[in-house]
């Protein structure tokens, strides 16, 4: 059995974890700071955002920062100057929180969200500026990856314990709805992919991280001693898996001062693939 490497400790509620330029970068909810640390431990907050959860990560195709201020419903955009200006709002749809995000191949954004007493929704951001819904009727979505294709959006529906999958269409339309993998009584949060065409997924309450295939069939799991937010294929190759994980009190318990949050790593069976 490989073993479960401790990279951080300390933190509040690691989310959205990303690779880029050869660093793990995550959003350390309760803390306001988005932080960048690299395969041997060493890390540095990048940036503190005015918000406190959720907040997640990706990047423009330029390289440019984009963080979701949810409650606040909007997308923000870090210059290179450092700060950090409204890219979008997103209040025009009407969802009270805003949670992932994923950019494509092709620059476009996609981010879901809703409101706490009824489904949640996808909205597509192309790089024309314009932003529509493009899926209603999810069961509290969370993370997303893109086929390397562009042509394929996996989401997470939590609350309905599944993976789901659209095809994409050209104009970033979403069609084809279809349930990717049914995960019996497993509550999917963040996810990625890896090039077998195999899902991670991190679970909180049942406290650990599965790789499924399309299908549902179960390839491997990571247990742990405390709720498993999201993972990330990253590092040399991209093939380490990085896990978030903190305990889990509920909702109420998100911005008291136990940081229990921890950035684990274990080796992975194949490389990361896909965005983010």
């Known amino acids: ?93 009407g969802m009270q929180t805003w949670n992932e995000i994923v950019v494509d191949g092709r620059g476009n954004i996609y981010l879901n969200g809703g409101n706490f007493d009824a489904p949640g929704i996808i909205a597509l951001l192309t790089p024309d500026g314009s932003l529509r819904q493009v899926a209603d009727n999810m069961a509290f979505p969370n993370g997303m990856v893109i086929i390397p294709t562009n042509k394929t959006l996996i989401v997470a529906e939590s609350y309905a314990n599944r993976l789901t999958a659209f095809d994409i269409a050209e104009d970033g339309s979403l069609a084809q709805r279809r349930v990717w993998a049914p995960l019996a009584s497993f509550v999917p949060d963040g996810i990625c992919l890896d090039s077998e065409g195999a899902v991670w997924y991190a679970d909180v309450p049942n406290k650990c991280c599965v790789r499924v295939k399309e299908g549902g069939e179960v390839l491997q799991t990571i247990q742990h001693d405390r709720g498993c937010f999201a993972c990330m294929l990253g590092g040399i190759d991209k093939q380490m898996l990085f896990i978030v994980a903190a305990e889990w009190h509920g909702f109420e318990g998100m911005t008291d001062q136990a940081r229990t949050g921890q950035l684990l790593v274990i080796p992975a069976p194949a490389p990361g693939v896909g965005w983010p």
Request: with cysteine; proline share 4%; glycine share 8%.
């Open 1 to 93: 059995m490989l073993e479960v490497q401790t990279l951080l400790t300390g933190l509040a509620f690691g989310e959205s974890p990303r690779w880029h330029e050869d660093r793990l970068w995550f959003s350390n909810w309760g803390t306001q700071e988005i932080i960048a640390v690299d395969s041997e431990g060493k890390s540095e907050v990048i940036v503190h955002v005015p918000t406190t959860l959720p907040f997640c990560i990706d990047w423009l195709p330029d390289g440019r920062l984009l963080v979701v201020s949810g409650r606040e419903q909007l997308l923000l955009r870090r210059e290179a100057t450092g700060e950090l200006v409204t890219h979008a709002d997103l209040s025009g749809l």
